[in-house]
């Protein structure tokens, strides 16, 4: 049964957007060691993204790394032509990329608004049209956005992260019921607060407080979520669907 498994997902193709750090970076190490194809795409942090590509060289894996700003449609376009030359096809599409900031509603200016649209909910709306070419075209795929407890609940001093949070929830939701009959399934995970570098600005006091409001009194792990991810890629009847993985934070 295992050898089985192994010939089931050894030749698939998985790209993940904003992955040289983070729940990104946890998300390829996993699916890596899982002996999928990976394409690592990022934008900034070049030097962490070919770390990670050597460490899984090292050990044999199918990684590539790429810099994209996912924010725009044309580098969009030259990621996915990237990973169908080296690949020849996408199975798998997890939106991770997204910034996050902190600011009173009045004082967030157009310029600010805009690029948190554009990095958070355009880019879902890029990669997943492109790579659907593909997916469409072969009657199977798996999409995977990564949104955030805040949009569904929303947070102060947040409007902007939480309302492009909010529309990949409803974007998952139409898409999955869109493209259900291709054999594509499309679903969104919405962690609580997780030990990233986005979340390295709260002091130790104010973690410990937040710590007291979730019932399992623990902040998240990337791993949390990158374990979940690899559930989603295998499960075969779930779409549409917005989990929440936050340690019961949000009930």
């Given at each position: 049964?295992?050898?089985n498994?192994?010939?089931?997902?050894?030749?698939?193709?998985?790209?993940?957007?904003?992955?040289?750090?983070?729940?990104g970076?946890?998300?390829?190490k996993?699916?890596?060691?899982?002996?999928?194809?990976?394409?690592?795409?990022?934008?900034?942090?070049?030097?962490?993204?070919k770390e990670i590509?050597?460490?899984?060289?090292?050990e044999?894996?199918?990684?590539?790394?790429?810099?994209?700003d996912?924010?725009?449609?044309?580098?969009?376009?030259?990621?996915?032509?990237?990973?169908?030359?080296?690949?020849?096809?996408?199975?798998?599409?997890?939106?991770?990329?997204?910034?996050?900031?902190?600011?009173l509603?009045?004082?967030?200016?157009?310029?600010?608004?805009?690029?948190?649209?554009?990095?958070?909910?355009?880019?879902?709306?890029?990669?997943?049209?492109?790579?659907?070419?593909?997916?469409?075209?072969?009657?199977?795929?798996?999409?995977?956005?990564?949104?955030?407890?805040?949009?569904i609940?929303?947070s102060?001093?947040?409007v902007?992260?939480?309302?492009?949070?909010?529309g990949?929830?409803?974007?998952?939701?139409?898409?999955?019921?869109?493209v259900?009959?291709?054999?594509?399934?499309?679903?969104?995970?919405?962690?609580?607060?997780?030990?990233?570098?986005?979340?390295?600005?709260?002091?130790?006091?104010?973690?410990?407080?937040?710590?007291?409001?979730?019932?399992l009194?623990?902040?998240?792990k990337?791993?949390?979520?990158?374990?979940?991810?690899?559930?989603?890629?295998?499960?075969?009847?779930?779409?549409?669907?917005?989990?929440?993985?936050?340690g019961?934070?949000?009930?």
């Open positions: 049964m295992e050898e498994k192994e010939k089931n997902i050894v030749n698939k193709t998985i790209i993940v957007t904003g992955a040289s750090r983070g729940i970076a946890e998300i390829v996993l699916l890596a060691n899982e002996n999928y194809n990976i394409v690592l795409n990022y934008n900034k942090s070049e030097n962490k993204a590509k050597e460490n899984l060289l090292k044999n894996k199918a990684i590539e790394i790429f810099k994209a996912v924010s725009k449609r044309e580098e969009v376009k030259k990621l996915v032509k990237f990973t169908l030359e080296k690949f020849k096809t996408i199975d798998i599409l997890i939106n991770n990329a997204g910034i996050a900031s902190e600011k509603f009045t004082e967030i200016t157009d310029e600010e608004w805009a690029t948190m649209l554009n990095t958070n909910l355009n880019s879902v709306f890029y990669c997943s049209q492109e790579v659907l070419k593909e997916m469409i075209n072969k009657k199977q795929g798996c999409i995977i956005n990564i949104s955030s407890i805040w949009g609940t929303g102060s001093c947040e902007a992260y939480s309302t492009t949070k909010a990949i929830n409803g974007l998952t939701k139409a898409l999955a019921k869109e259900g009959p291709s054999n594509i399934r499309v679903n969104a995970l919405a962690p609580g607060i997780v030990e990233t570098e986005m979340n390295s600005y709260l002091s130790d006091q104010e973690k410990n407080e937040i710590k007291e409001e979730i019932p009194n623990r902040i998240g990337p791993s949390d979520i990158a374990k979940c991810v690899k559930w989603l890629i295998e499960d075969n009847y779930t779409t549409g669907q917005i989990i929440s993985i936050n019961g934070w949000y009930i």
